[in-house]
Each structure stands twice: as structure tokens, then as C-alpha cells.
């Protein structure tokens, strides 16, 4: 037999008829294959509701809990102000009057600080809604459709952070021609893409202080208040940078996401940020162990940060843009090394200072 393929041609009617029930009989393989996924679908449908239903019973209790605990304590505490207000003014009416303007004060500001907290947390979320509408646009291939979107993100942004120089190179950039999901492509590499860069000078800056704070202090204690304070100060200026500002009260549930999702990530990704070089032997000869305790803790602002990011970019990162902890890691040990290289020499001279004296 020959070793070369047969060849078929469209004339060979033969082929035609074999090729015709193939297709026939891989349609109908499918056509059975959704049948038997419906009707497990249905089945599934079946079993849900009274999962849901339970599930729904349980959230219920335990969203009314938080609310009717703090409507409970806030009349508590009126009714007791009030009281209270009224017993000093019928003992002198100028003490209640004063103590009753400080009490009204306190009410309005911290109204006021309620209402901003509601805000900034409904903003938040319209940002997690916004990043759901751009990946669902860039799995499209729709027209017309990112334009509009993409003006209000502008207008939002340009609300706390000038941008008219990448507006502009946006606007250079993108033509009619191109669909939603190349113009979403462009506005992140020009727009988002110049935040980007200002929010990993944040986070370098913030990390870098963190690690150098608690390479100097003495107090455990201390370390902590200064991870929580830079690492709240960090949040709120990245958040403020995408647009999407936090208040003190907000950005507690930003910062639990933030942690949800650090704990979220996997131990090989967690090694990899972290970098194997920290847990050499050249590092650990070269620095002391408050100096490895501060690059560990400025790892770990640097990783608050890069998921604060994840979570107010309103267009998602793709593999080749999403950042990485290693563009932070060598200023964080350049810092905590400059730190350490001087006080050693502070010591040194000290120490020269103190044999010649003796």
C-alpha cells in the first residue's frame, strides 16, 4: 500500500453521505447532552429553594441584630442626654444651655460623619458594580456601549485627582472605529495606568515608613498602632486617588475586604510576592531581627495596598498589568538597610569615641 493520504473531494458523493450522518449524529449527541444538563439543572432548581430559604431565615436574624442593637443604644443614650440636659438646666439654666448646645453639636457632627460614612460606602459599592459592567464589556463585542461609562468614570475621578493629561492622551488614542472592548483596553493603559503608577508611589512611600517605624521602635505594641495607622492612612489615600474617597467608618469595610482577600490568595502566590531572597541567609546576616520584623510588617502594608488597588480600580488588571509586590520589595530593604547601616555606624563612632576617652 502506498504511504501517501487519500485525498477526498467534494465530488465524491460517497464522502458526502458519510460526512452528512457525522454531523447528524455529533447534532444529536449534543442536542441529548443539554437535555441531560436542563434536567439536572431542574433537579438541582428543586433542591435549592429550601436552601435558599434557610440560608434567607439565618441572614435575616443576623442583619437585624447590628441595626436594632445600635437604634437600641442610640435611644438609650439620647433619652439618658436629655434627662440629663434637663436636670442641669433646672439647676442653672445658663450650665444646661451650654451643656445643651455641646450635646447638639455632638448630634449634628456625628450625623453629619454618619451620613459622609453612607455615602462613601454606597460609592464603594457602585465601584464593585462598575468593575462587574467593564469585565462584562470586555467579554463582549459591543458597540456604543463603554463610551458613556467611561465619561462618568472620568468625571469621578477628576472630581480628587487631575487627570486632563491623560484624558488627553485617551482622547489622542481612541478612534470610532474601535469597539467597547478597545477602548476600555486603551482608557486602562493610559488613564488607569497613570493612577496606577502614583498609587504604587503611595504604596511604596507608606510601606517603607511602616518598615522603618518598626525597625526603630522598641514596643510591640507601638509596631501594631503604626501598621494600623499606615495602613488606614494608605487606604484612604488610594481610595481618594480612584475616586472613590472612604471615611474613617468606610474604610473599616474596605479594610476587611482587604484582608479577606489577602487571606484569600494562595500560599504560592504569598511566596512568591514575598520573595524567597528575604528568607536568605544573606539577609538575615546582614540585618538585625527588629529589622527583619520591619520589612516583614512593610510587606505586609505593600500587600494591603496592592489589594486596595484590586478592589477601587474600576477596570480589573490583566495578567500583564496587574502589579506585584516585588516593585516595592527592594525600596522597603533599601530603606530598613540605609537605616540599619547608620545606626551601626552611630555605634561605631560612639563606641571609637568611648576608647579614646578611656
Known sequence: MSDKPVKFYSKDKEHQKAEKLLRESLAQAEQEHQLVQSEGAEDELEELPKLKGQSKKKSLLRRLFWPALSAFVVIAAGYEAI????SLVQTHWLLGSVVGVIAGAVVVSGGYMLLKGWRAR????????QQKQ????????SYGQATGKLDNLSAEIDEFVDIRELKQQYQKRKQ???NDQELI???????LKGLDKMAIDIITKHAAEAAAMVALSPLAAAD??????RGSKMIEQLSHLYGCPQTALSRLEMTKKV?????????????ADAGVELLGKGLTATISTKAAQGIGVGLLVARMGLQ??????PVVFDANSKPKLSEIRKSIYSKVAGLVKSASGADNAVDKKEQGKS
Open 83 to 86: 434627662q440629663f440636659v434637663s
Open 122 to 129: 454606597r460609592r464603594f459599592k457602585e465601584r464593585q458594580q
Open 134 to 141: 467593564f469585565a462584562a464589556l470586555l467579554h463582549k463585542n
Open 176 to 178: 470610532q472605529v474601535h
Open 185 to 191: 483596553q486603551i482608557y486602562s493603559n493610559t488613564v
Open 224 to 229: 501594631m498602632a503604626l501598621v494600623a495607622w
Open 259 to 271: 484582608f479577606k482577600n489577602m487571606m484569600l490568595a494562595g500560599a504560592s502566590e504569598l511566596a
Open 308 to 313: 486596595t488597588m484590586h478592589l477601587c480600580r
